[in-house]
Nanobody, 116 residues
């Protein structure tokens, strides 16, 4: 089994920054992809950013390009999301997604609220 632990959510004012972290642990033989998704109230869960195993392929949602940066720490099986210039429309529950051992795993979600 693989467990994901997320951290770093919270309340921030518009224009502020937050950093989310997700660390995978357990019986991990390979990490095949890591990424972040979000779900706002009344909306479907959608892609924020994903990164391939070697970091060579990175994909961002158009709405976060230039503001968010995804990064990996392979030694820790961790993926981070640096979020800058946050907007109220970024408010959502953010979920970490990891494909490990060719199976999909989701984190428990962390709330990000952008409000003055």
């Amino acid at each position: 089994q693989v467990q994901l632990v997320e951290s770093g959510g919270g309340l921030v004012q518009p224009g502020g920054s937050l950093r989310l972290s997700c660390e995978a642990s357990g019986s991990i033989f390979s990490i095949n992809g890591m990424g972040w998704y979000r779900q706002a109230p009344g909306k479907q869960r959608g892609l924020v950013a994903t990164m391939s195993t070697n970091g060579g392929s990175i994909l961002y949602a158009d709405s976060v390009k230039g503001r968010f940066t995804i990064s990996r720490d392979n030694a820790k099986n961790a993926v981070d999301l640096q979020m800058n210039s946050l907007k109220p429309e970024d408010t959502a529950v953010y979920y970490c997604r990891v494909v490990a051992n060719y199976r999909e795993y989701w984190g428990q979600g962390t709330q990000v609220t952008v409000s003055s």
